[in-house]
């Protein structure tokens, strides 16, 4: 018998809400198989019939109704059956509902508990803010001193001088990219304040050149350009702020405009190594390396220092393409073999490469502190 007689015969009894009724081997379709068949059936499938509530089967089965009457009673069993089943359906949805509702409440709770608990609330604030400032696993010895510096700077609080040295030297490797970029933003901050608030221009100078290494060299030439316009015509301040103005300019690719700047620079400040710095950057991005490196020769022999040029230089490799940076290799050995010897060393890399956050390694080090040795405060000129 096919499927879909079974499934006739279950519907025939008024039973085809009954997985059982049509199911091939399941007790009840081989009852109603001998049913249909007119055989007589056992007192123990009448006894499992009328625990099914099959009362009008049983009757049938055992010659006590018409087909009528069968119909009849057994069409009001499978309407009570199937009301119900959907009543049944209808509380086992509330339930599920219910129990879901309440799982969901406390996990809600649990995570509640645990965001006001003060041991994890610390943990958890820890690890963002180490991951705010890229700055990974830190040295037991220097963890209490170390985030507390990492709140300072994410509550906008300057770092005292001792803790800055703290930082570049006992743990460099927490100074990161990152945090340097935010302590800039808030000595270039304090030092735009000072500068409104005392009109000394040389506040105004040294917050540009801050702006500029926390990534905004916008607001420097904004605020070069309100300082410029007040300062008068002292060839120094104007120079210092004609520089810092340039840099700028070259960090927005703005060449010709950073080298316009740097040449007014040095026409007020004939003496002073830093437009020379700034012109022999910009004229080998220009491409002109010849001018690029008589530049920097006249830089280093007004006092620049020569680790500084070099740390310049490497920064001009590192963001080159690769044509670009052999070229400039070239070059330079060409112009002086053993004053430019590191540069054979240097490994020809993509930019996009040397972009991508360095790790803290010993030759990393080096570049920082070189780079370190060309800063400076343009109030001990």
């Known amino acids: 018998m096919t499927r879909t007689l079974h499934a006739a015969l279950a519907k025939r009894y008024f039973l085809e809400d009954l997985p059982g009724a049509a199911q091939l081997g399941a007790r009840l379709n081989g009852i109603l198989l001998k049913i249909d068949a007119g055989e007589q059936v056992t007192a123990l499938q009448r006894e499992y019939l009328a625990a099914t509530g ?3 089967l049983v009757n049938w089965a055992e010659g006590k109704a018409t087909l009528a009457e069968f119909r009849a009673q057994a069409g009001a069993e499978q309407a009570a059956r199937i009301e119900e089943a959907s009543a049944k359906a209808v509380k086992d949805a509330a339930e599920l509902a219910e129990r879901t509702e ?21 943990k958890r604030e820890a690890k963002e803010l180490r991951q705010r400032f890229g700055v990974g696993y830190i040295e037991s010895d220097d963890y209490p001193r170390a985030m507390a510096l990492l709140r300072q700077v994410a509550n906008g609080q300057r770092l005292e001088a001792k803790d800055l040295a703290w930082l570049k030297a006992k743990a460099d490797y927490c100074w990161t990219d990152e945090l340097q970029r935010a302590w800039h933003a808030l000595e270039a901050a304090a030092l735009t304040k000072a500068w409104e608030d005392s009109g000394d221009t040389w506040n105004a100078v040294n917050a540009s050149g801050h702006w500029r290494k926390a990534g905004e060299p916008e607001r ?6 309100a300082a410029l316009a007040k300062v008068g015509s002292n060839p120094k301040i104007r120079s210092a702020l004609a520089t810092t103005r340039g840099g700028a300019m070259r960090d927005l690719r703005r060449l010709d405009e950073a080298k316009a700047l740097a040449s007014e620079a040095h026409r007020l400040t004939s003496s002073n190594y830093r437009p020379c710095t700034l012109l022999g950057a910009v004229h080998i991005e ?3 390396l010849a001018a690029g490196h008589e530049w920097y020769a006249k830089a280093e022999s007004l006092g620049a220092s020569r680790h500084a040029i070099d740390g310049e230089l ?13 070229r400039i290799r070239e070059f330079l050995l060409r112009q002086d073999p053993e004053r430019f010897a590191w540069l054979r ?4 890399k993509s930019p996009s490469a040397t972009r991508s956050k360095p790790a803290q390694t ?20």
Request: no cysteine.
């Open 220 to 225: 420097a030439l904004r605020l070069t350009d």
């Open 362 to 381: 010993p030759q990393n080090k080096g570049r920082a502190a070189m780079a370190r040795e060309g800063r400076h405060d343009h109030r001990s000129r």
């Open 286 to 288: 220009l491409g002109d």
């Open 345 to 348: 060393r240097w490994p020809v």
């Open 54 to 56: 099959l009362h009008a």
């Open 102 to 122: 309440a799982r969901a409440a406390a996990v809600k709770a649990t995570f509640a508990a645990m965001a006001n608990d003060p041991a994890l609330r610390r």
């Open 314 to 326: 490497r920064g001009l490799l590192m963001h080159a393409s690769i044509p670009e940076q052999q």
